[in-house]
């Protein structure tokens, strides 16, 4: 955990209580965030069935979900991962496949998904859900079947709030540049071409490369090098606001420990690493610039401590997501919905 940083304030997770809405259920906010989001949404009695309310209040959900960019539902009867993918498809029945993968995971249920297979003693940085694909889901959803024993918090950053938090300079340049994705697939390093495009057939993997826009150069039958050249901030669809939407640090070997860093530098070239980004042009992102981008996450972080049951409810391009590490079990699953269909909303 960052010394120093806001979210620190943020432990408790105590709920301020605002207005009732609705007869069965109370909206509030976490203790210290003054109608910030996540918006908490809990039954006032325990037979309140979730899919149902979340049915007879579509209209109110969206309009509080892109307010506050993500809502908490808490202390429903939500007992497993069956339920927890009954109540994401009551949003949408067609749940997103996790394609061009960049994080190991495995499917628990139908198309809910780990949240990633990373090891437990590794902090996931921020990022919104496949922000570097030109297909991404506009809506992610976790559940929390067992609450960690100590840390594993999911930490959120509101993307309209980490983009102005960044000085004028770094987003004029990166809304002029764009981002360059690079991968480096089948070294051994980091995951293999078949993981990422879930397929052994080549020619599936060159036709899914054409038409997602991506450059791709076999280097023999193991190994491949794509590169893919992104917007770095997006429009919002529905509210127009701008927004940080990338992966531009989050790949960034700057973001790399510095042992990590120069330990994987000893073991292959620069370009050979398992991922890594530029400007859209090729100029690569300094240090200064990764450092710069990681401190307007950290003044936007938010997080809380995990509840059994508990079903976290995001706009992936208004809110970014990220991993503490932790201690004991853990199992927090994940569920995508609605795509961006290939579209970009471009500033």
């Not at 209580?17 to 509030?28: D, G, I, K, P």
């Not at 003054?34 to 039954?43: C, H, M, S």
């Not at 990422?196 to 020619?203: A, G, L, R, S, Y």
């Not at 992966?247 to 700057?254: L, R, S, T, Y």
Request: with cysteine; net charge negative; aromatic share 12%.
């Amino acid at each position: 955990m960052l010394k120093n940083s806001p979210f620190q304030k943020l432990k408790s997770t105590t709920a301020t209580s605002v207005a009732l809405n609705e007869e069965l259920v109370t909206y509030s906010f976490l203790e210290g965030r003054d109608e910030d989001g996540p918006l908490v949404i809990k039954p006032v009695q325990a037979d309140v069935v979730l899919n149902a309310w979340i049915d007879a209040n579509r209209d109110l959900i969206q309009k509080k979900l892109l307010k506050y960019g993500g809502i908490l539902f808490r202390g429903f009867q939500t007992e497993s991962v069956p339920d927890f993918e009954s109540v994401v498809k009551t949003f949408g029945d067609d749940l997103l496949d996790y394609n061009e993968r960049s994080s190991p995971r495995h499917k628990v249920e139908g198309k809910v998904y780990t949240s990633t297979d990373h090891p437990a003693d590794q902090r996931i940085h921020f990022h919104n859900e496949l922000a570097y694909s030109k297909n991404w889901p506009l809506e992610i959803f976790f559940y929390c079947d067992i609450q960690p024993g100590k840390g594993g918090e999911t930490p959120i950053a509101d993307s309209r709030k980490v983009y102005l938090n960044l000085s004028e300079a770094t987003r004029k340049k990166f809304e002029e540049k764009g981002v360059m994705y690079q991968r480096y697939l089948g070294s051994g390093l980091g995951l293999s071409w078949q993981e990422v495009f879930q397929t052994e057939n080549k020619d599936d993997v060159e036709a899914y490369c054409k038409e997602s826009g991506i450059e791709l150069e076999w280097v023999d039958e193991k190994k491949v090098i794509t590169r893919s050249r992104r917007p770095a901030v997006q429009r919002h669809p529905e509210t127009g606001e701008l927004l940080w939407f990338n992966h531009a640090h989050f790949f960034n070997i700057w973001n790399m420990h510095e042992e990590e860093r120069e330990q994987l530098l000893s073991m292959v070239r620069e370009n050979e690493i398992p991922f890594n980004t530029y400007f859209g042009d090729g100029e690569p992102i300094s240090r200064e610039v990764v450092a710069e981008i990681m401190d307007a996450f950290d003044k936007a972080w938010v997080e809380f401590p995990w509840i059994k049951g508990d079903i976290l409810y995001l706009d992936n391009m208004l809110m970014a997501h990220s991993r503490n590490s932790y201690e004991g079990q853990r199992k927090v699953v994940v569920a995508m919905n609605k795509t961006n269909q290939g579209k970009t909303f471009t500033a």
